[in-house]
């Protein structure tokens, strides 16, 4: 089965600061990675995805990840942290469902991420 | 129209109630799933309806029974739950299964007393 994992279950950065969030995988075949943050009291939100293609992935808010086949990592970072983005950031992974033809996504624990200003 | 809907938003009911979770998208998604979601924890997967037809059932006890009315509209019924069932259910839809983004809605913070 694929998993992912989140090594740290917080992380601190000052606004303005480059951040770093750290997930890794492991997947048979070809993994399909994803990067979702959490608001308080609130559903998850989608932010970005590895498929195939650019190891540098962009997405929503300013976000990106690198995909790192060699270290089995898809860490999401931001140039400049923002006090509005501390939230809970979880990476996912797609895996087969028992059934052929059907899917499921795997979340890793979760990191919280405070900006501090 | 990008939303997943749900509600009720909060619902608290008792070990012999009967109650219903209700999950609504008009993006024309054909696949949409039920998560149970503890304080701080990742949302853990239930159901997965795939065209209106359950594909997945993560060995969720019976108590718990899910529904898919039409390709817009997911249920949860809940019937004689326990209180370590109190958690936020969010729903979520995509495109199909399989398909490489969730839309999530805001969650059901349900309390069982």
């Known amino acids: 089965a694929q998993s992912v994992a989140q090594p740290e279950d917080q992380v601190n950065v000052a606004e303005g600061n480059p951040l770093t969030v750290k997930c890794t995988y492991s997947?048979?075949?070809?993994?399909?990675l994803f990067w979702y943050v959490q608001y308080p009291n609130r559903g998850l939100q989608f932010l970005l995805k590895?498929?195939?293609?650019?190891?540098l992935v962009k997405g929503s808010y300013g976000f990106e990840a690198e995909f790192n086949k060699s270290q089995t990592s898809f860490h999401l970072k931001k140039p400049s942290a923002l006090v509005s983005d501390s939230a809970l950031y979880f990476c996912?992974?797609?895996?087969?469902?028992?059934?052929?033809?059907?899917?499921?996504?795997?979340f890793g624990t979760g990191t919280r991420l405070k900006v501090l200003a | 129209d990008t939303e997943v809907t749900q509600t009720p938003k909060h619902l608290v009911m008792g070990m012999t109630n009967k109650k219903s979770l209700k999950c609504e998208q008009h993006?024309?998604?054909?696949?949409m799933y039920w998560y149970k979601q503890k304080a701080k924890k990742p949302p853990e997967l239930m159901f997965v309806?795939?065209?209106?037809?359950?594909?997945i059932n993560e060995s969720v006890p019976s108590r718990f029974s899910p529904e898919c009315p039409n390709s817009s509209l997911l249920n949860l019924h809940l019937h004689a739950l326990q209180p370590e069932d109190s958690a936020l259910y969010l729903c979520?839809?995509?495109?199909?299964?399989?398909?490489?983004?969730?839309?999530f809605g805001p969650g059901t913070r349900l309390t069982v007393t």
């Open positions: 979520a839809s995509s495109p199909f299964s399989g398909s490489n983004e969730q839309y």
């Open positions: 997947v048979s075949g070809n993994p399909y």
């Open positions: 590895y498929i195939t293609g650019d190891n």
């Open positions: 996912a992974v797609r895996d087969m469902g028992h059934v052929s033809g059907t899917y499921k996504y795997i």
């Open positions: 993006m024309g998604h054909r696949a």
């Open positions: 309806y795939s065209y209106e037809k359950l594909s």
